[in-house]
């Protein structure tokens, strides 16, 4: 299979040289599946053909592909027992929960454990942030602000709590600092941003969780070389295939870079993704990769006459046999950002990314059809 993908990649970036963006007209058209349910929220687990998702009482529920039909399954009634409106997850667990203000409601679909926790005493602190740092100790982190004179915007600076579900409490509660922080193999990568009166200074380093003990490596020195900026509210950073998406400023225009390295960051990449950028659009920042890291979702900003039209869902494929890591973008249905989707691993379809379309419509993009589309696009690129 890897072969073929590398023969795929290697007629695509060939021909997309020459023919351009025409050849690119075909989407990846979504299955559509009807609800009989209404559903407010949708996130990805490791459960196969299984979506988890809150209803409209805020309840966890579970959404179960079947051959015939899909399930829907309250997994426990009456939690969590407020009006939640969004899911987390991280993709690559049955670990759930919801955020609501300072509260924090934590379950595991699996063993039915649940928990609550005030993220924050203080009410005028706001939560940022969530993510499952460890799965088997059901572990997870949550950054908040706090206000005051300080770093941006009232903002004095950042803490983040670890709350344990096991024991239903927060073990650990951080100093205050600057930035985003994510988790990165036992340690925390940190990125902060110093807007100066005349440029924006990046930093990045590593720390131990504690963040007393601050660190570089080859990684850190080539994102800061090259002034890397991610979103961290969304999935920027896969540690599976370990690729990092983000934006720099060359000349004051955006450049989009694929950022690569190895086990032991001696062998890092920084390269910009030119050939898999659609020709004269902007992407969206707000990368989110598949829990495998074989996948990454993002949207494309289309114009006509000058103007912005409605964000186009698109995809990547990722994989070293792809220059950048990346192949040419799978380009999907219009989509507002604000679209609830997920990735879902399908027993039959393999992955696929599920999109929430109202309260009672899923719509399922097959993304091994997306390989396929491709191979059939660079085929009639090269065709007489």
């Known amino acids: 299979m890897k072969k073929i993908y590398a023969f795929i990649s290697i007629i695509i970036l060939t021909s997309t ?17 009807k609800l009989f349910h209404d559903i407010v929220s ?58 609501r203000g300072r509260g924090l409601y934590v379950l595991d679909l699996v063993t039915k454990q649940k928990g609550h926790c005030v993220v924050s005493s203080d009410g005028d602190d706001k939560v940022v942030n969530s993510q499952l740092i460890d799965p ?32 239903d409490k927060i073990i650990y509660e951080s100093p205050m600092y600057g930035g985003d922080i994510f988790d990165f193999e036992n340690n925390i990568l940190v990125f902060g941003g110093l807007n100066t009166d005349k440029d924006q200074i990046c930093r990045w380093f590593f720390s131990d969780r ?21 979103w961290s509210s969304s999935k920027p950073i896969s540690l599976i295939s370990r690729t ?16 690569r390295w190895d086990e032991k960051f001696e062998d890092v990449k ?16 707000a990368f989110e990769f598949s829990g ?45 950002e604000s679209t609830q989707g997920a990735f879902l691993n399908h027993s039959k379809w393999g992955t696929c990314y599920a999109q929430l379309i109202g309260s009672h419509t899923l719509h399922v993009y097959k993304l091994n059809d997306g390989l396929k589309l491709l191979a059939e696009q660079a085929k009639s690129a090269v065709s007489p």
């Not at 300080?150 to 803490?159: P, R, V």
């Open 270 to 285: 920084v390269e910009p993704i030119i050939l898999q950028r659609p020709d004269g659009n902007d992407m969206d920042v």
């Open 210 to 230: 504690s963040l007393n003990s601050k660190f570089q490596n080859k990684l850190t020195k080539q994102l800061n070389k090259f002034y890397i900026q991610i």
């Open 136 to 167: 088997e100790k059901k572990i997870i982190m949550v950054e908040f602000s706090r206000l005051g004179p300080g770093i941006a915007g009232g903002i004095a600076g950042f803490i983040y709590i670890l709350y344990d579900l096991v024991n």
């Open 42 to 99: 949708i996130s990805g687990i490791a459960k196969e053909d299984t979506l988890a998702g809150l209803n409209y009482r805020g309840e966890f529920v579970e959404i179960k592909f079947d051959e015939k039909k899909i399930q829907i399954k309250t997994v426990l009634s009456k939690f969590p027992h407020e009006d939640c409106v969004e899911i987390k997850s991280d993709n690559e667990s049955n670990i759930v929960w919801s955020l």
């Open 292 to 336: 495998d890291g074989k996948w990454v979702k993002t949207f494309r900003y289309p114009y006509s006459n000058g103007r912005e039209m409605i964000p186009e869902l698109m995809f990547y494929h990722v994989s070293d046999i792809y220059p950048q890591g990346l192949s040419m973008p799978i380009l999907a249905g219009m989509s507002f």
């Open 17 to 33: 040289l020459h023919c351009g963006e025409n050849k690119m007209k075909k989407r990846l058209q979504p299955e559509k599946i």
């Open 244 to 259: 990092m998406l983000g934006t720099g400023k060359v000349n004051g225009e955006t450049v989009y870079y694929s950022i």
